[in-house]
Antibody, heavy 122, light 107 residues
Framework: EVHLVESGGELVQPGGSLRLSCAAS????????MSWVRQSPGKGLEWVSF???????KYADSVKGRFTISRDNSKNTLNLQMNSLRPGDTAVYYC????????????????WGRGTLVTVSS | SYVLTQSPSMSVAPGKTATITCGGN??????VHWYQQKPGQAPVLVVY???DRSSGIPERFSGSNSGNTATLTIIRVEAGDEADYYC??????????FGGGTKLTVL
């Protein structure tokens, strides 16, 4: 059964950095659209970033220039390097697999991890 | 940027029909996807490509999309359907867009 397991979330001070990882089972990260979606406490879902099978990346305006998505093919993991963190980045960060459904863009997310909590506070 | 609008909350009695809407400019020209999220859990894909049910989702769940409104309909609502429901689309400028979510309460 396909599983995504996020790790790396913790309490960090404003301006600090953090690296999240998403380990995949029965799914090859490099063959798929892979994405990060976050959810601030009591709020809705917010897309953060994705990487497609070709390695192209895209970011939400709210994180552009501060976050970097990457993958480690040898470990079959998806990563999110988060720099210059702000209190507004406090959220549960989910890793999700995206599907194109035959289109040339990411369409929907069919597999989600349980998430990892990032808290940005002094 | 493209915006999806959902009512924050709605309530329905067991056995009745819940109609959850998602508004967006000419959303009928896009593919709409729906997620169910229960407290403390990750989202689960319910309907994709406007009308297709995800694996394991009961036939009581259905989707439609036309004009400026997409709809998720749940017939014969059960207590276990109580959750937050989010719509989502791909937009060529905004990339992935989620609606604000609708909290469904089963009375």
């Amino acid at each position: 059964e396909v599983h995504l397991v996020e790790s790396g979330g913790e309490l960090v001070q404003p301006g600090g950095s953090l690296r999240l990882s998403c380990a995949a089972s029965d799914l090859t990260v490099s063959y798929n659209y892979m994405s990060w979606v976050r959810q601030s406490p009591g709020k809705g879902l917010e897309w953060v970033s994705f990487m497609d099978s070709g390695g192209d990346t895209k970011y939400a305006d709210s994180v552009k220039g501060r976050f970097t998505i990457s993958r480690d093919n040898s470990k079959n993991t998806l990563n999110l390097q988060m720099n210059s963190l702000r209190p507004g980045d406090t959220a549960v960060y989910y890793c999700a697999r995206g599907r194109s459904g035959g289109y040339s863009y990411l369409n929907w997310f069919d597999i989600w991890g349980r998430g990892t909590l990032v808290t940005v506070s002094s | 940027s493209y915006v999806l609008t959902q009512s924050p909350s709605m309530s329905v009695a067991p056995g009745k029909t819940a109609t959850i809407t998602c508004g967006g400019n000419n959303i009928g020209s896009k593919s709409v996807h729906w997620y169910q999220q229960k407290p403390g859990q990750a989202p689960v894909l319910v309907v994709y490509d406007d009308t297709d049910r995800s694996s394991g989702i009961p036939e009581r769940f259905s989707g439609s999309n036309s004009g400026n409104t997409a709809t998720l309909t749940i017939i014969r609502v059960e207590a276990g359907d109580e959750a937050d429901y989010y719509c989502q689309v791909w937009d060529s400028r905004s990339a992935v867009v989620f609606g604000g979510g609708t909290k469904l309460t089963v009375l």
